[in-house]
Nanobody
Framework: QVQLVESGGGLVQPGGSLRLSCAAS????????MGWYRQAPGKERELVAD???????NYADSVKGRFAISRDNAKRAVYLQMNSLKAEDTAVYYC??????????????WGQGTLVTVSS
């Protein structure tokens, strides 16, 4: 069984910074795309940023220039550095990974979510 364990959420003032972490555990061969999504109250879940194992990255327009995604393939981990946070960044942030199982099946795995609240 594959699990994604997230950490790093919390309360921060507007203009502040937070760093989210997510690590995959379980019996997998490797992870391919790892990324972060978020869901604000009353809204649909949306992509924030993702990263391929080859280093390609993709960002939502709303976070470009403020957020940075990085990963450590050896640790099967992905990180999201969030700077210049705004009230509209408030949401539950979910980690997602596409992982290759020991039986060579691709798995889509979600973390449990971590709450980020931006408020003064």
């Amino acid at each position: 069984q594959v699990q994604l364990v997230e950490s790093g959420g919390g309360l921060v003032q507007p203009g502040g910074s937070l760093r989210l972490s997510c690590a995959a555990s379980g019996s997998i061969l490797r992870t391919e795309v790892m990324g972060w999504y978020r869901q604000a109250p009353g809204k649909e879940r949306e992509l924030v940023a993702d990263s391929t194992s080859g280093g390609g990255t993709n960002y939502a327009d709303s976070v470009k220039g403020r957020f940075a995604i990085s990963r450590d393939n050896a640790k099967r981990a992905v990180y999201l550095q969030m700077n210049s946070l705004k009230a509209e960044d408030t949401a539950v942030y979910y980690c997602k990974a596409r992982a290759l199982s020991l039986t060579y099946n691709w798995l889509e795995v979600w973390g449990q979510g971590t709450l980020v609240t931006v408020s003064s």
